[in-house]
Each structure stands twice: as structure tokens, then as C-alpha cells.
């Protein structure tokens, strides 16, 4: 039986929009240096934040990654050099809080689909990384009652 309350509470359809931490799928930072879509984002998603989850200890050396999309290779985290703190397994790096985060500090709106990218620049010794993307779909539209 459907429920008679549903729809007389005006934020009944913001549930909907509620963000969600999502995982990317695991990236050997020993692979080849180069760009490596690793999160996939929908059209109309608004990205909130990446983070970078140490899923393997890191050897780095002079590692460094860049993690952005297909507009802003860096956006997100540029310059991040693994061996530079945060780098033992279970670390999550912030791309907001470090000194090297270029610009999209306070999340984008993806009008069309896109992916996010890790730009392994220098490669590392040893290590794996997953990201974490807080992200918010299906943001309903409101009006003012």
C-alpha cells in the first residue's frame, strides 16, 4: 500500500541527491608512466571530493601522480609525490588539504559524462592505490514553496 504521507513533505525528493563515497577500482602505481581512467562519472553528477586510498605500501622514490578528468588532468591532486608522507598502506591522502592541490578544490559539476584520471608522471618502486569520489547524482531540482 502506498504510503498517503509520501509527497507532502517538501524535501521528501532530496534523498535522492544525497552524496555517496564511491571506490575506484585499484591502480599499480609501477605500471607505465601515462593516464589511467580509473572512475567513471555520470552526466549531471556533482564531484564533491577526491581522495587517494593507499591500498599497498608505496615505494617511491621520486614518484609523482596527478589525478584530474578529460578537461583538467591535475584538477583534483597535482604533484602528488608518493614518497612525501602518506604513503604507508592504509593512508588517505586528501587532495584538498595538500599544499599541491590545483583548483577544484570545492568540488565540479559534470554536465557530461566523464571519467576521473590518475597521470602517473614518475612511476613508483612499489605501491597501489584506489580513489575515494564523494559524489552526489540525480540532484532533483527545487522550487520554493
Known sequence: MANPQYGSNKFD??????????????????????VYQVFS??????VLGVKILV???????????????GTNADGFIDGWACAAGGAALGSIVDGVASTATAGISTGKYYSAADTIDVDINTVATAGKIKLLVLM???IPSSTVH
Open 13 to 34: 525528493n532530496a534523498l535522492d541527491a544525497d552524496a555517496k563515497w564511491y571506490q575506484s577500482s585499484e591502480l599499480d602505481l609501477t605500471s607505465t608512466a601515462g
Open 41 to 46: 562519472v555520470p552526466a549531471g553528477a556533482y
Open 55 to 69: 591500498t599497498s605500501a608505496i615505494t617511491a622514490g621520486s614518484a609523482d601522480i596527478d589525478v584530474g578528468d
Open 136 to 138: 552526489a547524482t540525480h
